[in-house]
């Protein structure tokens, strides 16, 4: 994709709409490789007619990752992948381009890479050692330690089944003969607020907001910043990173979503903690004067249970009497905790809630005094994120920039958090409909549970109030349970959107509610042959409408043209 650097080597921001002289560059190239698909698909179309052609994948988790790769496996022996200039996924699609943008050119051997991640995925996932030894990675090497960093280790590597250090700035010449991968993410402060810009963005060379036009270099997304100017380097997130902040499902409502993950947490501290660094306990143990460590285990699950508690309208009160007996006997009856006793209102979630904040971050500074050290350190920063929900957490790259085009809400903070795109949109039209990408024919591949409609459609809400071009959306209403398998939305000075439900009267028959059962979103990770079973069912999406695709792909060079 171009090896001449992004931007400027002071770490420079960029602001300005127009794409960045790299994307340029592969743009131009790519659509060498498009004209030639075209002309073999006899397209007619001329060198500076060349329809920008966007293939979406919505967010699905697994279901997604899947969904997309049978989808461009079938797109491939349609002779059709060649077609597409830029390919944008939101959530668990990003979990596939990760996997596919591994391999230099992997559009040009994509039945070999295929095997290669069916092959992974299906088999063992990452061990708790592994797991904790990026966890540890994670937590010393950067300022600003998240959820995220859980989540990458503990959640995201369940389905992945590896630990991707790679960086994907890396990734800058290694794929000129691939569609341009755009990664997505929202603002969730200004999602949230309703106020500035949320929508977000990586490439291999630039990550930013996608309608502000406020960006830097992606090796410096991360890093610390002032008035534009790089104050202090933080290491490039790697994949592994990149695929959790894009698909952090949980990361908007706490009060929805603690459960699952404090059990997750409460699971981590006995199988990796506790069996990992069994050793090291046993030789402070040995150490008369070391603190007792078995102890501070046991506070850290009793708190964990305390949540849990909490959090399912149990009385933690027994709980709370054995954890400040422990940590009585800790300061050998000198101390008490700080946070008073008090009965709990459970009938007040909020009251509750805060209860919960204060008394966790109470009872993890108290352990600190005594265990500020590996493996508890990263525990009492878990604990804390879990009570203030931190996630995806990182240094504003516009903090203290005076620029009228970039709205306030993006210059005052320190820091932004970053969150999962299919929170606030589950499929990435906003990126490929920048005005600077002129797209010509949207292909979106919904992988979306529940209405199959509903992306579609509120992407046309979306646009309309944003004043951006976007085809009217009508659906038949007996369609909602029933879709089928290929729609197309036209409008006047717009991009053509064809929509693509993944199951359909189509591929599933009267079976779309047995299919929808068999593959729902929060699942643990499929077995091989329920891989290869979605992997069939996406595809035929693409091969049962090869000649629909052809039409529009052919009607978009013809719009093009004229």
């Not at 929202?186 to 963005?201: A, H, L, M, S, V």
């Not at 059990?263 to 090291?280: N, V």
């Not at 971050?361 to 493996?375: E, G, I, R």
Request: charged residues 25%; hydrophobic residues 35%.
């Amino acid at each position: 994709m171009g090896a001449s650097k992004s931007l400027e080597s002071s770490g420079e921001v960029r602001i300005k709409h127009s794409l960045i002289k790299n994307e340029k560059e592969f743009v131009v190239k790519r659509k060498k490789a498009v004209l030639q698909s075209l002309k073999n698909l006899k397209i007619s179309c001329s060198r500076d007619k060349v329809p920008h052609i966007a293939l979406l994948g919505s967010g699905g988790g697994q279901r997604a990752m899947v969904g997309l790769l049978g989808s461009l496996v079938q797109l491939d022996k349609a002779g059709l992948l060649d077609c597409i200039l830029y390919l944008s996924g939101v959530s668990g699609s990003t979990w596939c381009m990760a996997s596919l943008y591994q391999e230099p050119d992997w559009s040009t051997k994509l039945e070999t890479v295929k095997n290669k991640i069916i092959e992974r995925i299906s088999g063992p996932g990452v061990s708790w050692g592994d797991a904790l030894t990026k966890l540890k990675k994670y937590y010393y090497g950067k300022d600003i330690f998240s959820l995220t960093d859980v989540w990458a280790v503990l959640v995201v590597t369940a389905f992945v089944k590896e630990i991707d250090e790679h960086k994907i700035s890396e990734q800058q010449d290694q794929h000129n003969r691939d569609p341009f991968p755009i990664y997505t993410m929202i603002d969730k402060k200004c999602k949230q607020q309703r106020d500035g810009d949320p929508w977000f963005e990586i490439s291999p060379h630039e990550a930013g907001y996608s309608l502000t036009g406020a960006f830097v270099d992606t090796s410096s997304f991360g890093s610390q910043f002032d008035n534009g100017l790089k104050k202090k380097q933080q290491d490039e997130i790697d994949m592994l990173y990149l695929q959790a902040l894009c698909g952090s499902a949980l990361a908007d409502v706490q009060e929805m979503d603690c459960n699952f993950l404090w059990k997750r947490i409460k699971d981590f501290f006995t199988h990796s903690i506790l069996r990992i660094e069994t050793g090291m306990f046993e030789e402070i143990g040995q150490d008369p004067n070391s603190p007792p460590v078995d102890k501070c285990y046991q506070v850290l699950m009793e708190l964990a249970d305390m949540n849990l508690s909490v959090l399912n309208d149990k009385d933690p009160s027994e709980i709370d009497k054995s954890i400040r007996t422990k940590l009585k006997d800790l300061a050998g009856g000198k101390r008490q905790l700080v946070f008073p006793v008090q009965k709990l209102n459970l009938s007040d979630k909020e009251a509750a809630q805060l209860y919960m904040k204060q008394y966790t971050m109470d009872v993890c500074n108290y352990l600190n005094s005594w265990f500020s050290f590996w493996p508890f350190d990263v525990c009492f920063s878990i604990c804390n994120c879990m009570v203030m929900w931190i996630w995806g957490r990182k240094y504003d790259f516009l903090h203290n920039m005076a620029d009228k085009a970039v709205p306030d809400a993006l210059l005052a903070s320190e820091t932004r958090d970053y969150i999962d795109a299919g929170l606030l949109l589950n499929s990435p039209y906003l990126s490929v409909l920048r005005k600077e990408r002129d797209t010509d024919l949207i292909i979106s591949l919904d992988f979306s549970e529940g209405d199959p409609f509903m992306t579609v459609k509120e992407a046309a809400e979306m646009c309309n109030k944003l004043k951006i071009p976007f085809p009217e959306v009508n659906i038949p209403n007996e369609d909602t349970k029933k879709p089928k398998d290929f729609y197309v939305f036209k409008g006047k000075n717009a991009p053509t959107v064809i929509h693509i439900p993944l199951f359909n009267l189509g591929n599933c028959g009267d079976e779309i509610e047995t299919w929808w059962k068999k593959y729902s979103t929060f699942q643990g990770a499929y077995s091989p042959g329920m891989i290869a079973d979605l992997m069939e069912v996406a595809g035929k999406n693409i091969s049962n409408n090869r000649e629909k695709l052809l039409e529009q792909i052919g009607a978009a060079a013809g719009l093009k043209k004229s």
